[in-house]
């Protein structure tokens, strides 16, 4: 089995400028996003009715619920088109084993693994925000407990966001690296050489 040395060719030179500044971008605004809801997140107060017999919960404005769905989105569009370009490892070129595999495949894992737990968070912050009390108390006996969601979760799922981003754009890197010099397989080009008897 022969290995192939290509040189860097201009087309993945120019993927490579396109590739990076996209999903760069799709990560930072789905992490501007999911910052800026765990700023907006619903807050809700108890409050009586005009004739003074009931009380019930007054949420605010739901903005957040959209944003982090917004980021949710965005992420995930970012993690797919990286994954895309890549082949999701597996079904592109094979990387001689070494260094630059190991790391390739530790930064492919950890990736997925800290996108998983984002969406995770930025999903259920989003159906939590979302939900508001609907039941009613009498004005003389207790309040109704307004469920609101708990601070720091869209934030929780805006710092793994920036980890998955991190993660994916340093595996696409060294992902490309390892294919342009020269470690990639030749399995069609493989072949055993025989001499010939005389």
């Given at each position: 089995?022969r290995l192939r040395l290509p040189q ?78 890549t082949r999701c490892y597996f079904c ?24 998983l737990v984002a969406e995770m968070l ?77």
């Open positions: 089995m860097p060719s201009s087309s993945s030179s120019m993927a490579s400028k396109v590739v990076l500044p996209v999903a760069v971008v799709f990560d930072v605004t789905a992490f501007a996003l999911a910052i800026a809801a765990e700023l907006r997140r619903s807050t809700a107060q108890v409050v009586p009715d005009d004739e003074k017999e009931y009380t019930h919960c007054a949420y605010d404005s739901g903005i957040a619920t959209g944003l982090g769905v917004g980021a949710f989105l965005l992420l995930l569009a970012s993690q797919v088109f990286i994954m895309s370009v592109g070129p094979s990387i001689r084993r070494g260094k630059s595999r190991s790391c390739t495949v530790s930064l492919f894992w950890c990736c997925w693994l800290t996108f930025l999903l259920a912050a989003s159906v939590q925000n979302a939900y508001h009390t609907a039941y009613r108390g009498f004005y003389y006996m207790n309040d109704p407990s307004c469920e609101v969601l708990r601070r720091g979760v869209f934030a929780s799922g805006a710092a793994f966001s920036f980890l998955t981003a991190t993660l994916s754009v340093s595996y696409y890197l060294l992902y490309g690296s390892a294919s342009n010099s020269g470690y990639a397989y030749a399995e069609e080009e493989a072949a055993i050489g025989m001499n010939s008897l005389s």
